[in-house]
């Protein structure tokens, strides 16, 4: 059974420090057994760093926003992403985003600046927004037992390349519950797949994000994780759908002589 210190050593292995800016995509049964459960583990990032790091989870809700059930708020709405999002955005001190589909909820250094904007943003990854800021911070983006699949980041890299088929030509009328301003209107553009979602074709970076090292390998608990670099993973990702804007379209490898040869990443 693993302590909180136990997952503070691991988070310490795998090469976060405590003042980075850290997002975390997880799967809280992959840990394995912990003395405390969920709360620990939230306890190890939080203790981790707090003092000058920014710790942030993703808090979406595209899977139940629509036109019919189509006001987010989010003091009440339910993150469809995992036990360890919800039980975040419970934590004193969290501030969510106010994204109707794509949220995200941080706690640490400079959270409220982080967070804040999102209710003018009609895409779910605007370069402007959590997404594109998780870039500027030279964040870092950790997967636990989780693959790939999972990286909202390279949806948000598509975006900013202005991928063809990406998002629905026409918004969905979507309204926002602001603590400050009351109701807002945000029609959204919301994500729209018509060959099938390209999520699922995202772990085929793995192999070169791990070449140009811009992703490691390790292990929180039990849990196979990986650890990304935000700014490396966006620039590898874009020199590739300069080569083929349809790379995600089908789970073909990438050409090894696409990164195995002079690819600079800054």
């Known amino acids: 059974m693993y302590t909180k210190q136990d997952l503070i050593d691991c988070l310490i292995k795998i090469g976060i420090k405590p003042t980075d800016t850290l997002l975390v995509h997880s799967s809280m049964k992959a840990i394995g057994q912990v003395d405390g459960g969920a709360d620990t583990v939230l306890d190890a990032f939080i203790e981790y760093l707090k003092d000058d790091g920014l710790l942030i989870f993703p808090t979406h809700t595209w899977k139940q926003m ?11 709405e339910p993150s469809c992403v995992g036990i360890l999002t919800n039980l975040f955005l419970k934590r004193p001190g969290v501030i969510r985003s106010l994204h109707p589909t794509h949220s995200v909820a941080a706690l640490g250094k400079d959270a409220l600046e982080y967070t804040s904007g ?4 009609d895409t779910p990854c605007s370069r402007n927004g959590c997404w594109g800021k998780l870039y500027d911070r030279k964040a870092k ?13 390279i949806h948000g890299v598509e975006e900013w390349s202005n991928i063809p088929n990406r998002l629905m030509d026409k918004h969905r009328l979507l309204k ?26 995202y772990d085929k970076l793995l192999e070169p994000f791990l070449y140009h090292k811009v992703a490691r390998r390790g292990k929180i608990g039990d849990a196979k994780s990986i650890l990304c670099d935000a700014v490396g993973a966006a620039e590898v990702t874009t020199n590739f759908l300069q080569k083929n804007p349809r790379l995600f379209d089908d789970s073909n ?9 002079d690819l600079i990443i800054n």
Do not use: A
């Open 66 to 76: 629509s036109e019919e059930y189509n006001i987010f708020n989010p003091k009440t």
């Open 253 to 261: 490898p990438i050409p090894k002589d696409w990164y195995q040869g």
């Open 118 to 121: 999102e209710e003018h943003f």
């Open 176 to 201: 926002i519950i602001s603590p400050d301003e009351g109701i807002i209107d945000r029609p959204m553009r919301s994500h729209y797949f018509p060959n099938g979602n390209v999520s699922y074709n």
């Open 141 to 153: 983006i950790l997967f636990i037992g989780c693959t790939m699949i999972r990286n909202t980041y």
